[in-house]
């Protein structure tokens, strides 16, 4: 804009599209304090700004007074005379139907029909550019927030993105894969999911042994998402009955809570857990974020874990059900 108009003076608003006041402002040869008297007093008794608003399309201030009302009028001589903008040019930031903010333009000198017409184009463009960075902003928060609900996620999940060539492992696939013994390395995951269908969905039960040493299954569902690019991978480990928590461990539990972390560990889900031992739900899930509390774990899966890379021993089955 400058090198097409040399304007002495401008700014660039957004504005939030429900209150019309600025969410940011990028301003050249504007002092701070010119800005915040514009705020304080300025904005709600700009001539300018309301017709801008109101009709969507650019405008100056001879357009819509004598330059000897401009100069005369209190917002003139309260605003803008610090900075002497004896003329304001101002366009809306436009993306379609939607208005964005505003450029604005303060100069001593008169506009032309040809700058007045420029600063609405560039208003244009800088809309549909604002609106580009505002849904780019959108899409990688809300990639964000689908990144932490994949992590916190109690199901074990991969996701295989073939077209960028990238895999990420929740937590909780983690948590299952480091209680298999070997699965820690690449081979074995690249194995596992080459087995899956290359289209639609997939279901395998694939023996595994234990970190512990001790035989088990791993089921694995795949299912490709509708561009074909991207498998998500669930896997459900199938722990053997007889594993349980370690002596010391155990040990650290009140009888009850032995009770629930031991139903847990067998896949017993907390209605269950509540059923088999006359408990509510509410019980059941404070007696298991107890027992994590004490275990330095946060999740079932956590928990699965803790169990399955561990040898068992004799020590465990007080207060536990047979």
């Known amino acids: 804009?400058?090198?097409?108009?040399?304007?002495?003076?401008?700014?660039?608003?957004?504005?939030?599209?429900?209150?019309?006041?600025?969410?940011?402002?990028?301003?050249?040869?504007?002092?701070d304090y010119f800005l915040a008297?514009?705020?304080e007093v300025g904005r709600d008794r700009d001539p300018v700004l309301h017709h801008v608003?109101?009709?969507?399309?650019?405008?100056?201030?001879?357009?819509?007074?004598s330059r000897r009302a401009w100069l005369d009028a209190a917002y003139y001589?309260?605003?803008?005379?610090?900075?002497?903008?004896?003329?304001?040019?101002?366009?809306?930031?436009l993306s379609g139907a939607d208005l964005l903010g505003t450029l604005n333009v303060g100069d001593v000198r008169r506009f032309d029909a040809g700058d007045i017409a420029l600063i609405g184009a560039l208003g244009r463009l800088a809309g549909s550019m604002l609106q580009a960075i505002i849904g780019q902003n959108a899409a990688l928060r809300e990639r964000d927030q689908l990144r932490t609900a994949l992590e916190l996620s109690d199901e074990a999940i991969i996701v295989t993105d073939h077209h960028?060539?990238?895999?990420?492992?929740?937590?909780?696939?983690?948590?299952?894969?480091?209680?298999?013994?070997?699965?820690?390395?690449?081979?074995f995951l690249e194995d596992l999911l080459s087995g899956t269908a290359p289209r639609g969905n997939s279901v395998m039960r694939v023996?595994?042994?234990?970190?512990?040493?001790?035989?088990?299954?791993?089921?694995?569902?795949?299912?490709?998402?509708?561009?074909?690019?991207?498998?998500?991978t669930y896997l459900r480990l199938e722990?053997?009955?007889?594993?349980?928590?370690?002596?010391?461990?155990?040990?650290?539990?009140?009888p009850r809570e032995r009770q629930?972390?031991?139903?847990?560990?067998?896949?017993?889900h907390d209605a269950e857990i509540a059923d088999q031992l006359y408990l509510s739900k509410h019980t059941v899930k404070e007696y298991l974020r107890n027992a994590y509390k004490k275990l330095s774990i946060s999740s079932r899966l956590e928990l699965v874990s803790l169990v399955a890379s561990r040898p068992t021993d004799a020590a465990t089955s007080e207060g536990l059900p047979t």
């Open 260 to 268: 629930v972390t031991e139903l847990a560990i067998r896949g017993l």
């Open 77 to 93: 001589r309260e605003v803008l005379r610090m900075h002497r903008v004896n003329v304001a040019l101002q366009a809306p930031l």
């Open 164 to 187: 960028h060539a990238r895999r990420r492992s929740n937590a909780a696939a983690r948590a299952v894969l480091d209680a298999i013994d070997g699965a820690d390395e690449p081979a």
């Open 53 to 65: 608003l109101r009709h969507r399309t650019a405008i100056d201030s001879d357009s819509l007074m």
């Open 207 to 232: 023996p595994v042994t234990l970190a512990s040493g001790d035989p088990s299954e791993l089921h694995v569902r795949s299912v490709r998402c509708d561009d074909r690019s991207v498998m998500l």
């Open 1 to 31: 804009m400058d090198k097409l108009i040399v304007p002495q003076r401008s700014a660039l608003y957004v504005l939030d599209t429900t209150t019309r006041r600025p969410t940011h402002v990028a301003a050249r040869d504007v002092s």
């Open 37 to 39: 008297v514009y705020e």
């Open 239 to 254: 722990v053997p009955a007889k594993l349980a928590l370690p002596a010391h461990l155990a040990r650290a539990l009140s």
